[in-house]
């Protein structure tokens, strides 16, 4: 069965896209830890991320960076954080978080509660910032 992931990649769950080409897509965490919090996936579905082949491997990496400063331009920060855990789902993930403080990025704070209005927003705020 495909990973919720794949069924965003594929059109089926609606997803805040922020950008895509033919190998990865990236877009917003619905249980944010900040605003502009994103989830960078490869398309192809891979549980775990260091089973992940090597020109893929580094393609996500690279396409993250590449999402990054984007979301640095819309969301004030003092950089943006990096992590990979990849227990929640089973289809390998990088989160891109805002963060001002290392404790940004601790799992265990209360997610954010944003209106669809607010995701729909931030997600072409970055959109337009991202260079591609």
Request: proline share 6%.
């Amino acid at each position: 069965m495909a990973s919720i992931f794949t069924k965003i990649v594929n059109g089926d769950i609606p997803s805040y896209k922020i950008a895509e080409d033919e190998n990865y897509y990236a877009f917003l965490d619905i249980n944010p830890l900040a605003k502009g919090h994103t989830l960078v996936i490869p398309k192809k579905e891979v549980d775990y991320i260091f089973d992940i082949g090597e020109e893929l491997y580094k393609g996500l990496f690279a396409f993250a960076r590449k999402v990054a400063p984007a979301i640095e331009k819309v969301i004030p920060c003092k950089r943006i954080g990096l992590t990979v855990i990849g227990l929640e789902v089973p289809h390998a993930h990088i989160h891109l978080i805002p963060i001002n403080s290392i404790y940004d990025m601790d799992f265990k704070q209360p997610k954010l509660k944003l209106e669809d209005t607010e995701f729909k927003a931030i997600a072409e705020s970055i959109r337009k910032a991202y260079a591609g």
